[in-house]
């Protein structure tokens, strides 16, 4: 009995728990304007086609601290040790702690691609699911933070046994940044962009399969060497959008070089560490705007179809496919 309520996160608390005071209305408007996209500069741009629009174009009107807050954002998303799961689920629960709406919308699609299910985020949100003790211990930490801004000696006993020194500061420094982003984004009032899940509910989703080649002479070509040459419509598929990408593959004495080029944000970034393996092609593309990230895509050609999986390092993997346009 003391094992199964140890691994039970405080989901009984109400949102806003220790506060002693009523609950603030959240503003059904902006409080300062949304900049038009077409103020914004060419990186920040380049950030509104990715999943983040509103918030962008809210925090454009300081461009400095909009910086800053993408350096720092980036970081926890790409260089830290805590697994992309147990980030996305504390950023969720923090969202109902806070009722931030914004939050929860942009990070649910996110919490299914890092391999949090459909279950977990409905249970999540009823307050009603048994964890494991590392998620209880997390999830317990947000709870201590939101209500008095310090762990409790049992969330860090809890914490201490399933995190090292290191883990347990970034999961503090993780808190406190969406936290943070909670009172910025309330306080704004900076609107959810449409499709996204209303605060406490989920969204429809599977986990992403590679889709099925054309009937082709695939089988009997499985030994021949594959012919990346030319240009590529592709078609990659996450939970917040499925994008449309133009690759250019050229390969020379062995040598795969070549560009990835996404229209609507208007980003191009080189092919590297490019190589052909009989069907299958493997190349990285490294985006540094609007921040650092880096992309492993592994495919199969069959003809002028090309299928695979592109793994974004710190961010979970998705398929693609597309076909030879010229």
């Not at 939050?103 to 307050?127: C, D, K, Q, R």
């Not at 006993?157 to 399933?162: E, I, R």
């Not at 021949?224 to 390969?251: C, I, M, N, S």
């Amino acid at each position: 009995m003391e094992d199964e309520m140890k691994n039970q996160a405080n989901d009984e608390k109400p949102v806003n728990a220790g506060s002693g005071r009523e609950a603030i209305g959240r503003p059904a408007q902006p409080r300062i304007p949304l900049l038009d996209v077409s103020a914004l500069s060419e990186e920040q741009r380049a950030m509104t086609g990715i999943g983040a629009s509103n918030v962008l174009r809210m925090l454009a009107h300081n461009g400095g601290l909009l910086k800053a807050w993408l350096e720092f954002g980036s970081h926890l998303m790409n260089g830290g040790k805590v697994p992309m799961r147990t980030r996305e689920l504390l950023i969720l629960r923090i969202a109902l702690r806070s009722s931030c709406e914004y939050e929860w919308a942009n990070h649910v699609p996110g919490a299914l691609s890092a391999g949090v299910t459909s279950a977990e985020i409905t249970s999540l949100a009823a307050g009603a699911s048994s964890w494991s003790e590392a998620d209880a211990a997390a999830l317990s930490l947000v709870d201590d933070l939101c209500a008095d801004n310090c762990a409790s000696e049992k969330t860090w006993k809890a914490l201490a046994a399933t995190y090292d020194e290191s883990e347990i500061i970034e999961l503090l420094m993780l808190i406190g940044f969406y936290r943070m982003n909670a009172g910025l984004l309330n306080s704004l009032g900076v609107p959810v962009e449409p499709g996204r899940p209303r605060l406490g509910e989920g969204m429809a989703y599977e986990a992403p399969k590679i889709p099925q080649r054309p009937s082709s002479s695939f089988a009997a070509g499985a030994h021949a060497e594959a012919k990346p040459d030319g240009t590529w419509q592709l078609k990659f598929y996450h939970p917040a959008a499925t994008q449309e990408l133009r690759l250019v593959l050229a390969l020379s004495e062995g040598e795969l070089s070549g560009s990835l080029t996404n229209e609507a944000v208007e980003i191009t970034v080189p092919v590297s560490e490019g190589k052909i393996q009989g069907q299958q092609v493997i190349f990285t593309t490294v985006m540094t705007k609007p921040y650092p990230i880096t992309i492993t895509w592994d495919g199969t050609i069959d003809g002028d179809y090309l299928v695979g999986t592109a793994k974004l390092h710190g961010a979970g993997s998705f398929p693609f496919d597309g076909t030879r346009i010229a």
